[in-house]
């Protein structure tokens, strides 16, 4: 199993910028195929991003395209995703998660979840 813990969320204005982080335990990191999805109150949770084992593959919603980029150091066991030129409507709790297996953008195909970290966006 992998253990994650999500850091870096906040309040930004309109047009700023967060990094948020992912750091894992347990198992291997470079074994996971990892995830950032996000859920705003009363929606459905949504995929944002997703990068392959080793880094070079990664994917991202088109609502987010442009302005994110996931990444991943797996030397130091860690996820991340820079947010650009931030959005009102990027405001969610923001999730990272795991699982072996990289073709999916569904939450449910994902294993492992972290506890989420607040972002909000002031206009």
């Known amino acids: 199993q992998v253990q994650l813990v999500e850091s870096g969320g906040g309040l930004v204005q309109a047009g700023g910028s967060l990094r948020l982080s992912c750091a894992a335990s347990g198992r291997t990191f470079s074994d996971y195929v990892m995830g950032w999805f996000r859920q705003a109150p009363g929606k459905e949770r949504e995929f944002v991003a997703r990068i392959s084992w080793s880094g070079t593959s990664t994917d991202y919603a088109d609502s987010v395209k442009g302005r994110f980029t996931i990444s991943r150091d797996n030397a130091k066991n860690t996820l991340y995703l820079q947010m650009n030129s931030l959005k009102p409507e990027d405001s969610a709790v923001y999730y990272c998660?795991?699982?072996?297996?990289?073709?999916?953008?569904?939450?449910?195909?994902?294993?492992?979840w972290g506890q989420g970290t607040q972002v909000t966006v002031s206009s």
């Open positions: 998660a795991a699982r072996e297996s990289y073709n999916s953008r569904w939450y449910k195909d994902y294993n492992y």
